[in-house]
Each structure stands twice: as C-alpha cells, then as structure tokens.
C-alpha cells in the first residue's frame, strides 16, 4: 500500500478526484458526477445511522401492503429513501443522460427540465436491505458507463453494454464507519467518511486483494440446490489439509455483498452466489448490471478476479436491465479455481 496522504495532510475525495482529472484518468463530468454520487451516500448513510429513532426501519407501503420491487421483493422504507436520494441528487447536476436502478422497471432518462449530459448511472441503492432491522452493515452499489454518441434520451437498450464499459464503479458500505470505495480504471481506492468534517478521506491508495485465500463465502443453506461442480468444489474446500486442496479453509457469510466483498477487498477471500435450482430460471440471484459489474471493476482493479464460474463476468453481454447471474470474485488463484471446477465440469 502506498500512502494515503500527500505531505503529512489528508486527502479528501475531492482533492483526489482533481489529481486524477488532472492525471487524465477522468473527465471534468465524470469527476463532478462521482462527487454528486458521494454526496447521496452521505445522506443515506445519516438516515442508515438514525436506526430505529429515525422511523425509517420496516417494510415501505401501508401497514399490512408492503410495497414490491420489480422483482417482487418487499421494499424496505430505506430502499426507497435511498433511491429517492440519489435520484434527486442526480437529476439536476447536467452530467447524467439517464439513470437505472435495482428498485425502479425501467431506466429513466434525465428530465427535460435539466440539461443532459454523456453518462448513464446504474445503482442499487440499498444492497442487503435484509439486514436493516438487525443493525448488520447494508450499502450502496454503483455503476458509471458512458451514454451511446448521439442518444440524447436514452431508453434502457442504451444501458445494456458489458462491464468492460465501465468507466467508474463503486460502494458505499454503512458500517461501524461509513466507507466509499471507487475505481476509475486506475487501481481501487477505500475513503472513510470523517463524520465531523462531513467529507470522505482517502485511507487506502491502490487496494491489493491477496492472490491466494483460505476463506470462502457463500450461503451454505442452498448446497443441496448447486449444480455438480460448485458441490464439488465446496466439498473439496470442506475436506481441508486432507483433501485435494491441502490447506484449511475458514467461512464467513454476512449476506451483506457490500460488507462481504469489502472484507474481500481488505484481507482477501472468494464470495460466491452460484446458481441453484432455485433461481436457475431467473440466471442466479445477484444483478449483473448493478451489483456483479461494479464490484467485478473493483475487484480486477486489485488485482482479484471475477467470473460467472464460466467466463470473466465483465465480458458478459447484458440481455436486460435488471440480469441475474452467478458470481465468483475475489482472490484471483481461489476464483480461477472454482472456475476451473465448473469448466471441466461442462
Ligand atoms: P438484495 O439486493 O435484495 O438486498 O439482495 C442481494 C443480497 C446480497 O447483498 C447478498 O450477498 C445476498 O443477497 C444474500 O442472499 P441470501 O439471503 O440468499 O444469503
Ligand atoms: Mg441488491
């Protein structure tokens, strides 16, 4: 790790983003967007920190109709606090043609109202919301991908570009302390938000996932529905020194994607949500385009790799807004071995 701070001061966001406007890695836009990004999680993170005193805990709707996603998942009231803010924090900023997120249909393009400008935003702005009620960290998941020259009012097919078009992804996890990590294609940078000051500070330059890991994540309570190669690769992480894999491995699972691919990206690991029999017809469970695709970005940008078990997940082509896949990310030795399994397997 290099050092975080330049002469002894600290190094804001903003100062940081000017130096990589300046560096060439962003564009004035892309630098006042991700600013405007950073602003919506610091609201979402006061209204996350309020907990129960706040009202703001519980299902959205009225009392006994709680109100659906397109998915028909029960949205929490914060989910829809959380995209409201970041909607209303994006619409009039003049450097967004449209926006997408995991709990509206369809993408919305910017207003007329507003002048539009060359990027499309996606986000899922609540990830791990099950986890609100019982005080577990949840966080905010972002993707930055350019607008197509000469759409001026873009519809949802103009979202559908693979991962590799990412040109800034991120999260903000809500936990003991509120963090923002971000890439802009030039390593993967961890801010902390200095609650006093009210800004995020940058305290890890260029975070580097260890190569190799001996700790897994996935939610165990579904192996009976995995296909043949993830029970076999699981089941030969599980057998330890003694099986073919010759180490012990250890388990964590928060059922948080922020908080378990920010241990991740801290310490190393590899977190997977593979496909089951239960979400086989829908692709997997977690999104491609607002949770896999950011955190794939983040992920290869310290040194880890991403894949659906069979390809590298940044090269997947979306078919649909809100796309399912597998996912396997993290330490690049541990992925590239659970990929293996599922390869030789087909
Ligand atoms: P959400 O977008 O509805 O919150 O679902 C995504 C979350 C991830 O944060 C987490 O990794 C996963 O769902 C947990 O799933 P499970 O409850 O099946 O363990
Ligand atoms: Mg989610």
Same mark, same amino acid.
């Given at each position: 790790h290099t050092s975080s701070t330049a002469g002894g001061s600290p190094v804001s966001l903003t100062r940081f983003l000017l130096e990589e406007q300046r560096a060439g890695h962003v564009s004035a836009d892309l630098r006042l967007l991700i600013e405007v990004v950073a602003r919506a999680c610091k609201t979402i993170s006061i209204a996350v920190g309020k907990g129960a005193l706040g009202g703001v805990l519980g299902d959205a709707g009225t009392p006994g109709v709680a109100s659906m996603n397109i998915e028909g998942e029960a949205q929490k009231k914060l989910d829809v606090i959380a995209n409201d803010v970041l909607l209303e924090a994006n619409a009039?900023? @003049?450097?967004?043609?449209g926006l997408a997120s995991e709990e509206m249909d369809h993408s919305q393009p910017i207003p007329d109202v507003y002048p539009r400008g060359n990027y499309l935003l996606l986000f899922d702005?609540?990830? @791990?919301?099950?986890?609100i009620d019982v005080n577990i960290s949840v966080g905010t998941i972002f993707s930055v991908l350019r607008c197509p020259d000469?759409?001026?009012?873009?519809?949802?097919?103009?979202?559908?570009?693979?991962?590799?078009?990412?040109?800034a992804a991120g999260y903000c996890t809500y936990g003991p302390s509120t963090m923002l990590v971000l890439t802009v294609g030039h390593g993967t940078h961890a801010f902390t938000l200095d609650r006093e000051v009210g800004s995020f500070v940058l305290t890890t330059r260029g975070m580097t996932i260890p190569e190799e890991t001996k700790e897994f994540a996935v939610n165990m309570s579904n192996q009976r529905f995995w296909e043949a190669p993830m029970q076999r690769y699981v089941g030969d992480l599980l057998?330890?020194?003694? @099986?073919?894999?010759g180490k012990d491995f250890n388990m964590r699972w928060v059922a948080s994607m922020v908080a378990d691919v920010h241990r991740i990206l801290t310490r190393g690991g590899i977190f997977s949500y593979p496909l089951d029999s239960k979400c086989r017809d829908k692709g997997g469970?977690?999104?491609?385009?607002?949770?896999?695709n950011p955190m794939s970005f983040l992920v290869e940008q310290a040194g880890g790799a991403a894949t659906t078990g069979r390809m590298r997940m940044l090269e997947v082509q979306p078919t649909g807004l809100h796309m399912r896949v597998p996912v396997f990310l993290g330490s690049r030795r541990e992925v590239e071995a659970a990929t293996a399994y599922h390869l030789e397997h087909d």
């Open positions: 009039w900023g @003049g450097h967004l043609a702005p609540l990830d @791990g919301s099950s986890n000469g759409v001026t009012t873009p519809g949802d097919e103009h979202f559908l570009q693979p991962g590799t078009a990412q040109v057998t330890g020194k003694e @099986g073919p894999r469970k977690l999104r491609l385009m607002y949770e896999a």
